[in-house]
């Protein structure tokens, strides 16, 4: 059996003061802790699904997936500042420090939150909701864990961020 790790978030948050969308996540997997960059799974449908809802290619690079959110002014983070992790699973998470969001609100437009699966949003509700007096929007999670929703569907139910995008 794995045995639990404390991990503490090892990269900051992605935003400029033209962000107006949040996206969070819960805490970064394995591979994105190698990649020092959020979403580095290979598996993970994230890059595919923002690049559909602003038609633009699927960036590879860091710094091509960078130009991509802020071009569209997105701006990402996670939910989780600190944890006990087992791995890469959201269900093993355990001993909670949340992140603190207002790096970002307090320097950024933002006008919605979404967050990127359940365990985002359960977390966003429980630690960060009352304080931040902001509800956020659960999508469908983009991880390879989420095999069951497929990628025509994630974009699909993901087309509320094109539409907070697109508000004026």
Not at 48 to 55: D, E, F, M, Q
Not at 57 to 76: C, F, G, R, T
Not at 112 to 139: D, M, P
Request: proline content about 5%; aromatic content about 8%.
């Amino acid at each position: 059996m794995a045995d639990y790790t404390t991990l503490t978030h090892t990269f900051g948050p992605l935003y400029d003061e033209d962000s107006r969308i949040l996206i969070l996540g819960s805490f970064p997997s394995v591979k994105s802790r190698e990649a020092n960059f959020f979403y580095g799974h290979p598996q993970n449908r994230f890059w595919k699904v923002i690049a559909a809802l602003t038609g633009q290619s699927v960036p590879v690079s860091i710094d091509e997936k960078k130009a991509l959110l802020h071009q569209n002014h997105i701006a990402l983070w996670d939910t989780i500042w600190q944890c006990d992790i087992i791995g890469s699973s959201d269900s093993s998470i355990r001993n909670v420090t949340p992140t603190d969001l207002s790096v970002i609100l307090d320097h950024a437009p933002i006008r919605q939150i979404f967050c990127n699966g359940s365990a985002s949003a359960n977390l966003f509700h429980k630690y960060q909701e009352q304080t931040l007096h902001r509800t956020a929007v659960r999508l469908p999670s983009t991880s390879p864990a989420n095999a069951a929703c497929s990628l025509e569907k994630l974009i699909d139910q993901w087309q509320v961020v094109r539409q907070a995008l697109s508000d004026k």
